[in-house]
């Protein structure tokens, strides 16, 4: 059981998120290929190392989360609020 | 029965004045309360306690405490109780396990003759071919199990867990855990202290009367200490990330998990005795220099009447005084600290008679105490990430590089006399108690509801070292015995493995199953890594250990269960459903009414008369602000900017992959308010999925989301007469077909209750109202219905009711006729699929999907034979070629009451999808029925005149 | 207008022994997304006739008098509300919650949204005359297993 430093919250269990995978962005609707937008949908980089992830704080502030984790050691480096990363 | 007990020892843990009378396979017994079980039957006499797991050999007490291989007994229906461990409790019914006939003749000790059988590996070699044999090898290794019996007929118990949240956890309760303990709660650390024994104390506790004073210190600082919880009879088990700590609190054979998350951990779990390898090193009457004492001193108990001492540490000089003062005779001390001095082997059959030293000399003995060295449990350690190093000098592996936020203390890290070891787990403490306060400070100020957090002193403590003690390194004599007891595995059999190629020590493990035993290579894990070694020519150094992993020590399976977690969700008219007989299933959550006696009555009744349903699991969701059309139409497959104000809209929600996620409909109640419905299933994950879009794409639009589901009590009343009957309790709403036509939704008040939401809509194909009411009034508003509408004939209707309806009507379920690869045109809502609309959520591939036709198409299937109702997920072939194809399955099937025949939906590849098509069903039990493709979903009332009325 | 119904309906007190747990549901209940701006995050306080409680930025659920500001959602049907008061209150809710509890991290006056009995829940630590006393909020259909796992961890 992880400890995940919520901005809002402060330190939880990570049972109270959703891991919502890797991050990602999304490409253009108008122009997309479909090699593109299933890259999107399904390529991962699962990478062993530092790693960028969404995490929803699902029963606790719902507020969806940027989270950098290292893989391997499972060390969590920065969490972020969304809405503070789209700044 | 002569009796073993000495005079009044002066740290003896036995009350003499109360007696406990129990029963040892059937016979009568007495200790004295603060005994084990163990200790009281060796006070009674009983030398033989078990026998081993392969060769059936008669084993008796070699450690005399919780990691005893041998003392596994079984308490009433308790299996697997160390006897070494547990308490003695008044008429416990205690037996040998696993044991036939009887303890003292162990048929099966015959095997030993075909020991070939049980050599490294037979689990893989023996047991394989013939296959025809297979099932006999099965018989006769079950007949070989060595547990204990349990009783299938016992209740589930369901142990309840606890959360603790220490700054510092210590693991070991001897005197470096204690001194630990007591300084990082003098730094202003809150503490938990775990203790595997009944006792703080460690080896203090029966270190003969000079380790009486610092114990008796020690213990009432503890006492006094408010800040430091005390667990005894406990185990910390395992450690995960981020110092998430199991403990396993033992009440007897009652066990409680406290999960704890731990600022710092401190490990203080001492040392273990490891037994030498040498031939007869398993016989009764062969122990451990630590069980010596441990039975004088804590139970005052005479381990024998004449004594060889194996010594080549201060552990057994110590066990020397204690017999001698025990008045036991000692016979001979090898010294094995000098090299010209041998443990060769021990011989007796069945029990100890004697033992030969160097020199093919033979001392006549009942008793061969040794004392050659130490494991280290480096467990907890090694789940931190720490790989222990083999320090040559000391003869055993010592911590390595450990984690800022695990420590370890006392004899885990060196040696030295009771001062130096409680000075180390002072420092020890003191540091982990900074640390821990440091982590706790941050918590604190990242966390906006704690009190703001006082400074801490950023500077580190150097902690002193506890180097070490040399050590000869003895592990194994020059003789064959065994290296694990609980397995019964030889350092022969270890080195048979080395030699068939098991160059590993990951690898031989597993393939002799040394150390895999209940005891986990506590006590032999090293003697197994240095038999290995030296059978590979290697050093124990490139050996290395094996992987420790959680549980520390054995958990039963209860205490891990805990209580049942998965909580249930009651409707507001649950209470009606049970009274008027409902029969319940869970559904998600929920627990709802299926039928309330026969469905296919309660179909009839709605489509005849008028019936009612609750459907309080709906999903639902208020939505608010300027810009909720926008999400609807980013949401939704279908157009959404239209909806008038009153007006009900049905939609399908698609994933980015164009797979249906979800559908229902959402009502504009107001010019910014909308009420969306889910399925009941989706409710909470199209709630997040809105959330996540708005929060994670659409920052700035403005729309507020709540979630309503628990809010409203659902009802939807349904059948030709529903409109009659709602018209009879709802006011300030016109009802009237003109005034709120089909696909309308009004705020009402209904029996007296105020802002209630009406949505007409047409599940079930007939005309209908879904009634919703704000819950704390549901069950009063249900009961208006049913009273009012008692006359035209009112009756309630269940789940399997409304699906039998819907399934008449053509409405695919999501999930049910949709899975994971259903993409939206699959389902045949291609209509509802606006792709001019700029973007949506899995655009893109209902793009494509459109462009190039889906590969499949869910269709409405009747069999030819109305009356056969193929099971659902029954196949649909195409055996039109040579080998019958499958090109489908049936995801729907129910006789309708209404049509009085079977109807199902399918799923088929598109090309057999037409309306018209004879297709073939392949039932479960292979026979094949022919069933015809509608030309659309519908089996009744295509026209929806029922529902439009 | 009809009676407000309990989701627990057998009884709305119950004595755990070191503890009391009492429904409350019927408070009514709001949330809003403006007006209470100055309480600080995972905080609750007593203003006028009413408690403002605020777990998630920009968002409050205010417990009592329907505030009055343009966008209310009546929460008094969604959310149930369990009071358990009494110097035990503590010990019975770590065996079926996480957070940490201790005065220095959930001090009166805090709240925090987590898992209560596995639930989502509102927790707010609202002693009562300096008596211990938590008030926790949780959708209503949850509320009788969360009572029953509270009588169960007592
Ligand atoms: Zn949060």
Redesign the pocket.
Known sequence: MLVIV????GP?NSNEFSFLGERSSRPAVATTTPDEWRRYLYTKDNAAGSQLERWF?VS??R?F?DVERDTVTNEIRSVRDVAEDAR | MTSHRLPVQPGELIDRDDLVDFRWNGVEHGGFAGDTIASALAAGGVEVFSRSFKYRRPRGILTADFHDPNLFVQVGDEPNVRAGHRRLAPGMNVTAQGTWPSLEFDARAANRIVGRFLSPGFYYKTFISPASLRSTYQRILRRFGAGGKIDPATPPAHAGKRFAHPDVLVAGGGPAGMAAALAASHRGARVMLVEENHRLGGHLLYGGPDAAPPLAELCAQIEADDAIEVLTDSVVSGRYDHNWVGVVERHGGEEHLVKARAKCLVVAAGKIERPFVFAGNDLPGVMLSGAVSRLINLYSVAPGTRVVVATANESGDAAIADLERAGVEVAEVADLRRSSSQLVRAIGKGKLEAVELSGGRKVEADLLVTAVGWTTPTSLLNMAGDRPVYDPAAARFLPGDLPQDVLAAGGIVGDGPVESIVEHGRFVGFEAGRRALTTRAAWQRLTPRAEPSDEVAAESTDIPELPAAGHPELFAGPTDGFVDFSEDVKGSDVAMAVAEGYDSMELAKRYTTATMGPIQGKLGGVNAVAVHAAAAAATIEATGTTSWRPPYAPITLGALAGVDEDPVRYSPMHDWHVANGATPIVAGQWIRPDHYGDPSREVLNTRSNVGIIDASPLGKIDLRGRDVTKLLDFVYTNRWESLRVGAVRYGVMCAEDGVVFDDGVTARLEADRYYMTTTSGGAGRVWNWLDEWLQTSFPTWDVRTTAVTDGYAAMNVAGPRSRELLERVASEVDLSAESFAYMNGRVATVAGVTDCIILRIGFTGELSYEVHVPAGYGLHVWQSLLDAGSDLGIAPFGLEAQRIMRLEKGHFLVGQDTDGLTKAHTAGVGGLIKVDKADFSGKPELLWEGESGAPRRLVALQPVDGSVVPPEASQIVDSATEVSRTIGRVTSSRMSPTLGRSICLAIVDTPYGEGGATLTVRLPEGRDIAATVLDHHVHLDPEGERLRG | MADFQSPITATSEADLGSCRLRDESHLAKWRIWEGASGLALGTARHQGGSLVVAV?PAEWIVIGDKPNVDDVVDMTHVRAALRLTGAGARSVLERVCALDLDDSMTPDGAAARTLVAGVATELIRDDVAGELSYLLLMSRSFARSVWNRLEEAA
């Open positions: 919520c901005p809002h919250c939880r704080h606790g502030c507020r989360l | 998630s």
